[in-house]
């Protein structure tokens, strides 16, 4: 007796592919058009499935056309599943149902092949559906030939379009579409689905171990399946968080943790012991450094949820939380080492990663956290323009200013202006007789006259003028003005003394 061949694996991908609109996950608003369009007979011509991978569009599409054919749909507009029109597409040998990969079938030749078999009616089911995947691929000689078909189709045809790139699509392309946009799946929603996969197997898990999964996955729930379907092979009884992050070749959580010890201690040589150590276990570069800017996120989250309330050690000890990380950072040291991380997240690629550039990355790290900031020089220029006006110097003290005087009435400066002839004669005599005898000499002096005999008068007769007063500019007789003029060199002052005690660091920061 010959014995029965062993049933064939399935990826757990394709296993629990969705098969009813309840059971997708993550896109109501798209599920209830579809279901109002089934139950209210409105039915577009071309619908377009877009979005990142793994969201679950072609799953959408296929089961949608399902529900378009059933001939049993359920009072919520859910395929029976069990009508020959299901079974035709649940096996995948429906001929009505024409699905063409666009990245290897991608020129006019193709798409002209496909649209010849379009004026033939179905044979089983109610509509002829055509679904292209990855339809970005095409050439634009194909979607020309596509244009006037996908504009116009016969009725008894509907055409479903699905890519990872909209961008790339022609206008004229996505304006004849009915569109939808299938977002990215939260962790929580694939820590979920993770779940009712291993309660249906009888394995445990640890809680981290599904998280990390899901967020390895970014926002893919076929590729969080793939990982789970992977790590069931590796840990068959107990899924745990080490041996995922073996798996899949990710920094430990305690490495971050030397980190931060490292940056605390000022420890400039720790980055080239660390990288050679981490190169050696095979820890994949551009992962720890994705990581990395996740731990220093994470901090920075966490001080700011504490606002500055969390209390530094007396003695430093290697963390083992990130709440004892915390503690050997500043909240402007945090914002700085993830500003680094993340512009070196930006500048490099998967590819042109070293581990000099992670060596080169720690060391800025470590010797940030000693790096003066734009607002410390700020305040050293306020510093400066105090001691300039006080005559002091307290930049080792910037919290206590001197206390502010008020300002001191400044003397009125003399003005040399020359003074009239009469004015210098009346002020450098005091006797009356002689102030008499002054004649006021004008610019164009008549010709003398003979000189008359003298009248005799009493000193009590004579009237001397009076002196007259110093000219004085409108700045001499107002104070306010002198102390303005005074500021201006006062800041000067302050500008030439900032120069030098800085030493160029604030034209260059």
Same mark, same amino acid.
């Given at each position: 007796?010959?014995?029965?061949?062993?049933?064939?694996?399935?990826?757990?991908?394709?296993?629990?592919?969705?098969?009813?609109?309840?059971?997708?996950?993550?896109?109501?608003?798209?599920?209830?058009?579809?279901?109002?369009?089934?139950?209210?007979?409105?039915?577009?011509?071309?619908?377009?499935?877009?979005?990142?991978?793994?969201?679950?569009?072609?799953?959408?599409?296929?089961?949608?056309?399902?529900?378009?054919?059933?001939?049993?749909?359920?009072?919520?507009?859910?395929?029976?599943?069990?009508?020959?029109?299901?079974?035709?597409?649940?096996?995948?040998?429906?001929?009505?149902?024409?699905?063409?990969?666009?990245?290897?079938?991608?020129?006019?030749?193709?798409?002209?092949?496909?649209?010849?078999?379009?004026?033939?009616?179905?044979?089983?089911?109610?509509?002829?559906?055509?679904?292209?995947?990855?339809?970005?691929?095409?050439?634009?000689?194909?979607?020309?030939?596509?244009?006037?078909?996908?504009?116009?189709?016969?009725?008894?045809?509907?055409?479903?379009?699905?890519?990872?790139?909209?961008?790339?699509?022609?206008?004229?392309?996505?304006?004849?579409?009915?569109?939808?946009?299938?977002?990215?799946?939260?962790?929580?929603?694939?820590?979920?689905?993770?779940?009712?996969?291993?309660?249906?197997?009888?394995?445990?898990?640890?809680?981290?171990?599904?998280?990390?999964?899901?967020?390895?996955?970014?926002?893919?729930?076929?590729?969080?399946?793939?990982? &789970? !379907? $992977?790590? *069931?092979? %590796?840990?068959?009884? =107990?899924?745990?968080?080490?041996?995922?992050? @073996?798996?899949?070749?990710?920094?430990?959580?305690?490495?971050?943790?030397?980190?931060?010890?490292?940056?605390?201690?000022?420890?400039?040589?720790?980055?080239?012991?660390?990288?050679?150590?981490?190169?050696?276990?095979?820890?994949?570069?551009?992962?720890?450094?994705?990581?990395?800017?996740?731990?220093?996120?994470?901090?920075?989250?966490?001080?700011?949820?504490?606002?500055?309330?969390?209390?530094?050690?007396?003695?430093?000890?290697?963390?083992?939380? &990130? !709440? $004892?990380? *915390?503690? %050997?950072?500043?909240? =402007?040291?945090?914002?700085?080492?993830?500003? @680094?991380?993340?512009?070196?997240?930006?500048?490099?690629?998967?590819?042109?990663?070293?581990?000099?550039?992670?060596?080169?990355?720690?060391?800025?790290?470590?010797?940030?956290?000693?790096?003066?900031?734009?607002?410390?020089?700020?305040?050293?220029?306020?510093?400066?323009?105090?001691?300039?006006?006080?005559?002091?110097?307290?930049?080792?003290?910037?919290?206590?200013?001197?206390?502010?005087?008020?300002?001191?009435?400044?003397?009125?400066?003399?003005?040399?202006?020359?003074?009239?002839?009469?004015?210098?004669?009346?002020?450098?005599?005091?006797?009356?007789?002689?102030?008499?005898?002054?004649?006021?000499?004008?610019?164009?002096?008549?010709?003398?006259?003979?000189?008359?005999?003298?009248?005799?008068?009493?000193?009590?007769?004579?009237?001397?003028?009076?002196?007259?007063?110093?000219?004085?500019?409108?700045?001499?007789?107002?104070?306010?003005?002198?102390?303005?003029?005074?500021?201006?060199?006062?800041?000067?002052?302050?500008?030439?003394?900032?120069?030098?005690?800085?030493?160029?660091?604030?034209?260059?920061?």
């Amino acid at each position: 007796m010959s014995e029965k061949p062993a049933p064939s694996y399935r990826a757990l991908s394709q296993k629990y592919r969705p098969q009813l609109f309840s059971q997708v996950c993550h896109q109501a608003p798209i599920i209830e058009t579809m279901k109002n369009a089934l139950s209210q007979e409105r039915l577009g011509h071309a619908y377009l499935f877009s979005g990142t991978r793994g969201t679950g569009k072609t799953s959408l599409a296929r089961l949608f056309a399902k529900a378009i054919n059933c001939t049993n749909k359920t009072s919520d507009t859910e395929p029976c599943n069990q009508c020959p029109s299901c079974q035709e597409m649940l096996k995948g040998s429906c001929l009505d149902f024409l699905e063409m990969d666009a990245a290897s079938n991608r020129g006019i030749d193709d798409i002209r092949a496909l649209l010849e078999t379009v004026a033939y009616k179905p044979s089983l089911l109610a509509k002829k559906i055509y679904l292209i995947d990855e339809v970005h691929m095409l050439t634009k000689e194909a979607f020309n030939a596509l244009l006037k078909t996908l504009e116009e189709p016969p009725s008894h045809v509907l055409f479903f379009l699905a890519t990872t790139e909209r961008h790339k699509l022609p206008a004229t392309i996505i304006s004849r579409c009915q569109r939808f946009e299938l977002g990215k799946i939260p962790v929580h929603v694939i820590e979920k689905k993770l779940t009712s996969i291993l309660n249906d197997f009888s394995i445990s898990a640890q809680d981290e171990a599904l998280k990390l999964i899901a967020v390895h996955a970014e926002g893919s729930l076929r590729d969080a399946e793939s990982i &789970l !379907d $992977q790590m *069931l092979c %590796l840990c068959q009884d =107990n899924l745990t968080k080490e041996g995922v992050e @073996l798996a899949l070749g990710l920094p430990q959580e305690m490495l971050f943790f030397q980190i931060d010890y490292a940056v605390a201690q000022d420890d400039l040589a720790f980055p080239f012991s660390f990288v050679e150590t981490m190169y050696e276990k095979g820890v994949h570069l551009s992962h720890f450094l994705s990581s990395l800017a996740m731990h220093y996120r994470s901090l920075c989250k966490q001080a700011l949820l504490k606002n500055n309330t969390y209390e530094k050690p007396a003695t430093l000890t290697l963390p083992t939380t &990130l !709440d $004892q990380a *915390l503690t %050997l950072y500043s909240q =402007n040291h945090l914002f700085d080492c993830l500003d @680094l991380v993340t512009k070196k997240c930006a500048s490099f690629t998967e590819n042109t990663l070293t581990p000099m550039d992670i060596e080169v990355l720690l060391l800025e790290i470590i010797r940030s956290k000693n790096r003066r900031s734009n607002s410390f020089l700020v305040e050293q220029i306020l510093l400066l323009k105090k001691d300039v006006t006080f005559g002091k110097k307290s930049l080792d003290s910037p919290q206590k200013l001197p206390p502010k005087l008020p300002p001191k009435p400044a003397a009125t400066p003399a003005i040399n202006m020359p003074k009239p002839f009469s004015q210098l004669t009346l002020e450098t005599h005091d006797n009356p007789n002689i102030i008499a005898t002054v004649a006021t000499v004008s610019p164009k002096a008549a010709p003398e006259k003979p000189k008359q005999p003298e009248k005799t008068t009493s000193p009590a007769q004579v009237q001397p003028k009076q002196p007259k007063k110093p000219l004085q500019t409108q700045e001499s007789k107002d104070p306010s003005k002198i102390m303005d003029i005074e500021k201006k060199v006062l800041q000067e002052q302050k500008l030439w003394f900032a120069a030098v005690e800085l030493g160029g660091n604030l034209s260059k920061e």
